[in-house]
Structures are given as structure tokens and as C-alpha cells.
């Protein structure tokens, strides 16, 4: 399985932009990168999913360099309501079909 | 992006009642759907993978016997809690996995309060 690291907790002001950077050195070839949303008591909230290079749509862009190794989540002008706790993912493929196994995330505070 | 609902949203049981929860893929069809339980403060736990027509894949330290999975229809996964005791009490979510792309959209929980 691959594992994925990510900083435990990010603080922000509305109106700025939020990088979350991730890291899975054992990415493997098949594996995508997905990000989630997750609110209290809600479930997860897909926001984007990424190959590679750069995946961009209306609420957020994704970045992964060349080697895969790391990817970033970019939050352009958050709002008090983009506060969450966010999950980077790399599916794995051994079962034959992206089994996905949720980390700690980041949890996001923005503040006014 | 796809819809996924549960039912019900929340529920409070006696100890020793069974419970069963229902995950629904409202706009496409899902031959895997996934089973999850988090914990306050928590991140999800994988409990199991549903698979349309054919036995659940449990993760390990999940009791098969305790989380009875049945996948009858490309649509509707559900989850049976047998004979919950208080350290049920959690909050389970499922999953459904559409293809093409691949990608996993996840219900809004239920609740479980077990007395």
C-alpha cells in the first residue's frame, strides 16, 4: 500500500491561496492521486484527482511533479468555509481496483 | 460529480439489536462499493469492499460475522451491525467506485448510538 504524509494541521486567512503539499514515495506506476474534502460529521467530498503533471477544476488545481514522488493541492482565495480537514490518497491497485486508505489529513483552519 | 446517499442519517439502538445501513449509488452503477468507520477526531478506516454478487472482502481485524455486507443490486450496498454493543458506536460511511474515471464518491455517514 502506499502511504501518504501530510502536514497534521495548516492555518490561513480568507482571500489567500492554500498550498497542502503531500508526499508517497512508494507511488506505483498505476496509482492516481486523489483528494478529498471531509466536513464534520459528513462524509468525504471528492475535490480532484491527478495522473500527473497538472489537473486544474473550478475549486482547485493539483500539481505533481515529474517524478510522482509528491503532490500539492492548491486552494485559490479560500473562504471560512473551505475550513477541513483534507485527504491526500493513492489508490492501490493490488486487488485489481484503486483500494483507497485514508491517513491523518490536514486539517485547514482559515480565519477572517 | 456522482451522488452517493446512506440511510438512515443517524440511529440509536439498544445493545444486542442489529442495525443495518444502506448505501445507495443514485446516478451510476457501482459494482464495488466500500464500508468505513471513523472515530471522533479520527481518520477513516477501511472496513471492507462490497462486491456486486459475490462475498465482501474484509480488512484484517474486521469480524465478518459482527459487519454482515450484502451487495444485492448495482446500486445498493448495505452494512448489518449484529448484536451492537456501545464500542459500535461510530460513524460508518460508505463508498461507491465509478469507473472511468476511476474514482470513489462517498456517502454523507450515518451515525450509530448503540445504549
Known amino acids: 500500500l502506499a502511504k501518504t504524509t501530510q502536514p497534521i494541521s495548516m492555518d490561513s486567512y480568507e482571500g489567500q491561496e492554500v498550498n497542502i503539499t503531500c508526499s508517497h514515495n512508494?507511488?506505483?506506476?498505476?496509482?492516481?492521486i486523489t483528494w478529498y474534502q471531509q466536513f464534520p460529521s459528513q462524509g468525504p467530498r471528492f475535490i480532484i484527482q491527478?495522473?500527473?503533471t497538472k489537473v486544474t477544476n473550478e475549486v482547485a488545481s493539483l500539481f505533481i511533479p515529474a517524478d510522482r514522488k509528491s503532490s500539492t493541492l492548491s486552494l485559490p482565495r479560500v473562504s471560512l468555509s473551505d475550513t477541513a480537514v483534507y485527504y491526500c490518497?493513492?489508490?492501490?491497485?493490488?486487488?485489481?481496483?484503486?483500494?483507497?486508505?485514508f491517513g491523518t489529513g490536514t486539517r485547514l483552519l482559515v480565519s477572517p | 460529480g456522482a451522488v452517493v446517499s446512506q440511510h438512515p442519517s443517524r440511529v440509536i439502538c439498544k445493545s444486542g439489536t442489529s442495525v443495518k445501513i444502506e448505501c445507495r449509488s443514485l446516478?451510476?452503477?457501482?459494482?464495488?462499493m466500500f464500508w468505513y468507520r471513523q472515530f471522533p477526531k479520527q481518520s477513516l478506516m477501511l472496513m471492507a469492499t462490497?462486491?456486486?454478487?459475490?462475498?465482501?472482502?474484509?480488512e484484517q481485524g474486521v469480524e465478518k460475522d459482527k459487519f454482515l455486507i450484502n451487495h444485492a443490486s448495482l446500486t445498493l450496498s448495505t452494512l448489518t451491525v449484529t448484536s451492537a454493543h456501545p464500542e459500535d458506536s461510530s460513524f460508518y460511511i460508505c463508498?461507491?467506485?465509478?469507473?472511468?474515471?476511476?474514482?470513489?464518491?462517498f456517502g454523507p455517514g450515518t451515525r450509530l448510538l448503540v445504549l
Open positions: 463508498s461507491a467506485r465509478e469507473l472511468k474515471p476511476e474514482t470513489q464518491y
Open positions: 491527478g495522473y500527473k
Open positions: 490518497l493513492v489508490g492501490d491497485w493490488n486487488t485489481g481496483f484503486q483500494k483507497l486508505v
Open positions: 462490497s462486491n456486486e454478487g459475490s462475498k465482501a472482502t474484509y
Open positions: 512508494n507511488i506505483a506506476t498505476n496509482d492516481y
Open positions: 446516478d451510476f452503477q457501482a459494482t464495488t
